[in-house]
């Protein structure tokens, strides 16, 4: 939103009719759309994200967290990652496109124990993940240990859901058949969660040939679509249903629920149901001259009712609409009303193809894959990311992906993990190099099958195995919700030597 935002202002910033701060707590700007292409090696993961510094040259670029907004004294405050230290930035005008951020609350264990594709880290940490778990699995001889390490569960058949499920899918057939001759193809296990009917929604009510396409191509993969089931915990081994069944895998990517950002709770200003901040069709937060918001944070009312969807291409629309209209404000002329009313979607299937619609015109097959990719171009927002993504589409089927896990140690020193009550831990005599320290709920300690004692908030266990010979004496069940952090060996040393 605000880069085409910013970039219907330069004419009158160059003319000096507007002077423009664009502040981020990222100096990079993420292009969601090519996300499972980078999480499955066909696209280098710095493809998909522009430097502010490109996108906003020679304009004032604030990189920090906004952390309040006084809309009376119209002045920011953001702080700096460093050190917390804060800067003032003074408004006239204030455009709000923060986005949405995954909602933590969705289900038990979404934020200790699920991978997301919103922040940027989260996708470069997926895919090293995903990468790795193959190496793991190609020397793991334990069939079950095997089957937990080569399935993936993913929360969600919408078009990001969908996505990432046919990449997956197509990059585990290529991986099996180059790189991995110790895994059968058939091994690895893709499991979509959908709790509707159908999947990919947005496009199978207007258009059943496209979502009959669609299903009938995901079922000659290896992919299984789940309907009317939706995950309801998230442990470090196994997902949850709500049909009662458990998943063993140590993957699970969630796609469903956007947050808004908790500094909208701070602000007087009216909300729709979502959380969204509601604008009236001119994209002024409701009652309010010099407050504007568009994209995914804003509930903007689409021209032919209810509200826009959390689109890329309806958030372009909105940065455009917004400078006009600020610059109309100035002008003391008239604001426009909103009238853009969708450009068409597509979805790809992998293995070049596609299903979409443009202009209401539904197209599948190679065709809309082409499409697709033509548009993905035409959207990225800067050329030096068009090149280098057209020049890796272009090279990646002769020189092949890029399936470097670059998983550093320090990722994961402290993990924080979630646990059903009943769930093992730890398990007595198996191999072992971290150590658990408890924050909430309560579990219970048995030697040869018979309990020995309790933990509870603040206890800690796992060390003896760490500091020893590797190999757990206890095992450590859940017996309520139970929420830890895990720290790995190398840690473990350091507190001790910090503490002798
Ligand atoms: C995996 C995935 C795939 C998607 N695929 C598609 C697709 O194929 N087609 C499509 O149309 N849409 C797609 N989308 C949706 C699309 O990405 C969004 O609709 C679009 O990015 C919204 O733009 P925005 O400007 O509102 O927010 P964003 O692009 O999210 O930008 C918000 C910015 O605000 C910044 N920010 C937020 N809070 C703060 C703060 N407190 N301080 C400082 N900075 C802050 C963030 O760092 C970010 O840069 C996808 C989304 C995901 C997650």
């Not at 510094?53 to 809309?71: A, T, Y």
């Not at 994209?283 to 890329?312: E, I, Q, S, T």
């Not at 890029?402 to 730890?426: H, M, N, R, T, W």
């Not at 473990?492 to 002798?500: C, D, S």
């Amino acid at each position: 939103m605000t880069i085409h935002a910013v970039r219907s202002l330069r004419k009158s910033i160059r003319k000096g009719i507007v002077e423009v701060s664009v502040i981020d707590r990222n100096n990079y700007h993420v292009f969601h759309g090519l996300v499972a292409e980078v999480l499955t090696g066909k696209l280098s993961p710095g493809d998909i994200v522009s430097p502010a510094r490109k996108l906003f040259k020679g304009l004032d670029f604030i990189n920090g967290e906004i952390e309040s907004v006084d809309f009376n004294a119209q002045e920011v405050t953001t702080t700096r990652l460093l050190d917390g230290k804060r800067f003032k930035i003074r408004f006239d005008h204030l455009i709000i496109g923060m986005g949405s951020t995954d909602d933590l609350g969705k289900y038990p264990g979404v934020s200790e124990n699920t991978f997301r594709l919103k922040a940027y880290p989260d996708v470069v940490a997926l895919r090293n993940h995903i990468i790795s778990l193959f190496e793991y699995a190609s020397i793991e001889a334990d069939p079950a240990e095997r089957e937990e390490l080569l399935t993936f569960v993913i929360a969600g058949g919408n078009y990001a859901g969908i996505e990432v499920a046919v990449e997956l899918d197509e990059f585990a057939a290529d991986l099996t058949r180059h790189y991995f001759p110790q895994i059968e193809y058939e091994e690895v296990r893709i499991i979509v969660l959908h709790s509707g009917a159908f999947i990919l929604p947005e496009l199978g009510e207007r258009f059943p040939g496209l979502l009959k396409y669609a299903v009938k191509k995901i079922g000659a993969t290896n992919i299984k679509i789940r309907y009317n089931e939706r995950i309801q915990s998230a442990t470090p081994v196994s997902a949850r249903t709500n049909q009662g069944q458990e998943i063993s895998t140590r993957t699970i990517i969630s796609c469903v629920g956007n947050a808004q950002s908790p500094l909208f709770n701070q602000w007087e200003v009216e909300r729709h149901e979502s959380g969204r901040l509601l604008t009236d069709d001119y994209f002024r937060l409701v009652g309010k001259d010099n407050l504007w918001a568009g994209g995914d944070c804003a509930a903007a009312p689409h021209p032919k009712g209810g509200y826009c969807p959390p689109l890329a291409i309806y958030a372009m629309k909105a940065g455009v609409k917004i400078s006009k209209n600020i610059l109309r404000t100035i002008r003391k002329k008239p604001l426009a009303k909103y009238q853009f009313t969708g450009l068409g979607d597509a979805c790809t299937l992998a293995n070049r193809r596609a299903v979409g619609h443009l202009y209401g015109v539904p197209f599948s097959g190679w065709p809309a894959w082409v499409a697709w990719r033509v548009f993905m171009f035409k959207y990225l927002p800067i050329w030096e990311k068009k090149i280098r993504t057209t020049i890796d589409w272009c090279i990646w089927p002769f020189v092949g992906r890029d399936i470097a896990s670059y998983q550093s140690d320090k990722q994961l020193q402290v993990k924080e993990l979630y646990f059903e009550p009943g769930q093992e831990v730890i398990v007595e005599g198996e191999d072992g190099n971290t150590m658990f320290v408890i924050y909430e709920g309560e579990a219970a300690v048995f030697q040869q099958d018979r309990e020995i004692g309790r933990l509870t908030k603040g206890d800690y266990f796992g060390e003896l195995a760490v500091l020893g010979n590797g190999r757990r004496s206890a095992t450590v069940k859940s017996l309520s919700r139970l929420r830890l952090l895990e720290i790995r060996k190398h840690l473990v040393n350091k507190i001790k030597k910090a503490l002798e």
